[in-house]
């Protein structure tokens, strides 16, 4: 029965082929990239397999900096394509030690690639971006930084760093659909893939995608492009640039000095106590002694305010006040303060939310630099 209901989510025009290549163009715009940024139609995650996949063979020596459970499957992912993989562990929801850094590439005789989150949405921590990328340049190894989180939340210029490969996301700082990620590819990152052995046909190899898109002038996607997750990933673009890039950025580190403050008001220092080394994507504070991590997340859901639970190895011991995307709002902070605070109290322990929720509207409303 030829019986047809209208429906906006399945009716969806297609995502016209000649509206790739701009958007693309402002992606490497947000990124301060000059390089190539072609689409992974996939989420993220696959994003950083095809990387890994495609810069992997025997014979590469990577250090993979991990700081997440991304970092790990990173690593995984480079060794089974046949890289030796030098991996510097750290400490559970802390950034990379650089002098562990130094030591462990210092001791290599050639390093061909470094890889490293930017920043985390997993746990709150900021890698140190310029020190990492000095490191990778000392050595003239291809840097590889999983941009999924940070972009939208923190500066990132990936042609004055000398990021070779970029990955992101639209699903976290941006605010946007999850189910499309964006490369952004140097030259010396196309001929270290060009030098590993082509594994086409395969969703994972970045070198059909630049034979099927890139050398084709940038005209229709490979495939079944989604077109609701192209016009949703417009849709997100032409929102951030109208508020623009460095205030969307802005947003973000607000939402974490207000998370930052409100939580030393509580008496509670946040997980990371350096803010420098911390993200603003979520700020992690921790699971008091004798406090259940699920009892405290519980807690605040009962205030109608969701923690995120910590996970990797840093589950049970923190929890994540999420501040990503729409979240990095002064009524999401305040919320998050306000609602760990209070599960607190419920579990027993004497802290005062008054003073929190003056910290968190104080550090708001404080002028920041560049404002
Ligand atoms: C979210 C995230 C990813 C991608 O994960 P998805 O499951 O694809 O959303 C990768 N790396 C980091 C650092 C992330 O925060």
């Known amino acids: 029965m030829p019986i047809r209901h209208a429906n906006a989510l399945l009716d969806v025009p297609v995502y016209p082929a000649g509206r790739s290549a701009p958007l693309a163009d402002r992606i490497g715009r947000l990124l301060s990239s000059t390089g190539d940024v072609i689409f992974v ?8 397999e095809a990387v890994a996949t495609s810069i992997a063979r025997p014979g590469v020596t990577a250090v993979n900096i991990v700081t997440s459970p991304y970092g790990a499957y990173f690593g995984a992912w480079l060794r089974r394509a046949g890289a030796t993989v030098h991996e510097l562990v750290a400490e559970p929801g802390q950034p990379a030690g650089m002098q562990a ?4 590439m210092d001791a290599l005789p050639a390093v061909d690639v470094v890889a490293a989150v930017h920043a985390e949405a997993a746990n709150g921590v900021l890698n140190p971006l310029a020190d990492i990328a000095a490191l990778a340049k000392a050595r003239n190894a291809l840097l590889v930084i999983d941009a999924v989180a940070s972009i939208g939340a923190h ?8 990021i070779d490969i970029a990955v992101i996301g ?28 082509d594994f086409a046909p395969s969703s ?6 630049r034979r099927t898109w890139l050398d084709r002038g940038r005209g229709a996607l490979p495939g079944m492009p989604a077109p609701l997750e192209f016009w949703a990933l417009e849709a997100a673009i032409d929102r951030v640039e109208a508020e623009g890039i460095d205030n969307v950025i802005a947003r973000h580190q607000r939402a974490a000095m207000a998370a930052r403050a409100g939580l030393r008001a509580l008496g509670v220092e946040p997980w990371i106590a350096d803010d420098r080394a911390a993200s603003a994507l979520v700020t992690s504070a921790p699971v008091p002694d004798g406090i259940d991590a699920q009892a405290l997340i519980d807690g605040a859901a009962r205030y109608g305010v969701a923690l995120g639970a910590g996970f990797g190895n840093t589950e049970g011991r923190l929890v994540r006040l999420d501040h990503t995307g729409a979240k990095a709002a002064f009524d999401s902070v305040l919320a998050a303060v306000i ?23 104080t550090a708001w409303v404080a002028p920041r630099a560049g404002d």
């Open 41 to 48: 139609q996939a989420e993220a995650i696959l994003a950083l």
């Open 101 to 104: 850094l130094r030591a462990r």
């Open 155 to 162: 500066p990132l210029d990936v042609d004055a760093l000398g």
């Open 170 to 197: 639209a699903q976290k700082g941006l605010a946007g659909p999850a189910g499309v990620s964006a490369v952004a590819m140097s030259q010396r990152a196309w001929t270290h893939v060009a030098a590993t052995p």
């Open 204 to 209: 994972l190899s970045l070198a059909e995608i």
């Open 339 to 361: 609602g760990y605070g209070a599960a607190l109290v419920t579990l027993g322990m004497a802290v005062d939310i008054g003073p929190a929720a003056k910290a968190v509207a």
